[in-house]
């Protein structure tokens, strides 16, 4: 059933979701719309009830502003989303014609909201876009999804907005595109858009990040859009002008999912069987190399010595990611490489230990 469903997004790509973070006022709504609509089945997004972390900041303009989102459609008859975390919420939106409900990172992290909105949509046919959860847990994205499965709601896309991280990062919300690809690979034919002004949490990095979305096939891009962003009440730091976001859009490369041509697919064909070959090259070292760590572990065994011996693995670590840097890997792929290759020598001296 889940992945057999016909789905209404996506018949135009890619879908461009564009609007203020916040409605803040009528006047301000309605400039913002006026100005994007001549972008073709462009759908306008303004958050209304704004999920803050901390209280007192601006927590939107709430129900009044739906009133604005109607007003919206009659003079420009652009579409209209507004995110959703109640069921008062979802109440609400219906009554006044919102077209299509978007769930926030915040609330798909958290299963009760969920359970209650996708309760108060039995019956009802909308559209719902699901936001990635804050934490980098894949599941709690595809339980969000199955629970509105569960109500009937079948016409879903899924917005990637980045993750959550503790480090240094050049972004906001890190991307972890291997994320989205996941959730991919379990809903295949649900839509994903990419959401480059939360990600990238910086108005200058849009359009790296909306490009990469567009070259791994997103099907849609949601970009914060506000007539005065210096001045905005809500991620000021990462909203574009409506002329911003035409130039970016100038800007995007949109390349073909495929082509027919000929040559280029009898290239495509060489260059992947070579690849194949290297992944097969690849996962015989690494069999060879779990040979020799298996080796190691009777040796640990026979002395009694333990498994990890930290500085032999702060010093691995070091050596291979200078040496990985010269032939051009970035350091976090040889991290991620190597504590996987790691964690995976561990479990299997672990069972040599352990063996009776
Ligand atoms: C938003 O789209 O304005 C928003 C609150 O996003 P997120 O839920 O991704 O933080
Ligand atoms: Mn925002």
């Not at 306008?44 to 007003?71: D, M, V």
């Not at 567009?214 to 005065?228: A, K, P, V």
Request: charged share 30%; glycine share 4%; aromatic share 6%.
């Amino acid at each position: 059933m889940i992945n057999n469903f016909q789905n209404k997004f996506g018949l135009t790509k890619p879908i461009l979701i564009a609007g203020p973070c916040s409605a803040e006022s009528e006047k301000q709504t309605l400039e913002t719309a006026h100005q994007l609509k001549k972008h073709e089945n462009l759908i306008f997004r303004a958050g209304i009830w704004k999920p803050r972390t901390r209280p007192n900041s601006f927590e939107g303009i709430g129900s009044k502003g739906l009133q604005w989102l109607q007003k919206v459609k009659k003079e420009t008859g652009l579409k209209s989303t507004v995110e959703v975390a109640k069921a008062k919420h979802v109440e609400l939106a219906l009554k006044h014609e919102v077209d299509i409900l978007w769930i926030g990172a915040r609330t798909t992290g958290n299963p009760f909201a969920m359970q209650e909105i996708a309760d108060s949509l039995k019956e009802v046919d909308i559209p719902v876009m699901v936001k990635n959860p804050i934490n980098p847990e894949v599941n709690l994205w595809i339980g969000a999804i199955e629970r509105l499965f569960d109500s009937g709601i079948y016409n879903l896309a899924a917005i990637h907005r980045g993750f959550f991280t503790y480090k240094n990062s050049k972004y906001r919300n890190i991307p972890q595109w291997q994320l989205a690809l996941d959730l991919k690979r379990k809903f295949p034919k649900i839509p994903m858009i990419c959401d480059p002004s939360h990600i990238t949490g910086n108005s200058n990095h849009i359009l790296e990040i909306a490009q990469k979305a567009m070259d791994m096939s997103y099907d849609g891009l949601m970009i914060e859009t506000h007539i005065d962003p210096k001045n905005a009440l809500s991620d000021k730091e990462q909203q574009i002008t409506p002329a911003e976001l035409e130039n970016i859009l100038n800007k995007l490369v949109i390349r073909n999912f495929e082509t027919d041509d000929v040559e280029f697919k009898a290239t495509l064909k060489q260059l992947r069987i070579q690849i194949d070959d290297l992944d097969i090259e690849l996962l015989d070292v690494l069999k060879r190399r779990m040979d020799l760590v298996e080796k190691i572990g009777v040796h640990k065994k026979e002395n009694e010595v333990t498994i990890l011996q930290n500085n032999r693995w702060i010093e691995m670590l070091k050596s291979r990611v200078k040496y990985g840097e010269k032939n051009g890997l970035s350091e976090l792929f040889i991290q991620q490489l190597l504590k996987a290759i790691h964690q995976e020598s561990i479990d299997k001296q672990n069972n040599v230990m352990n063996k009776k």
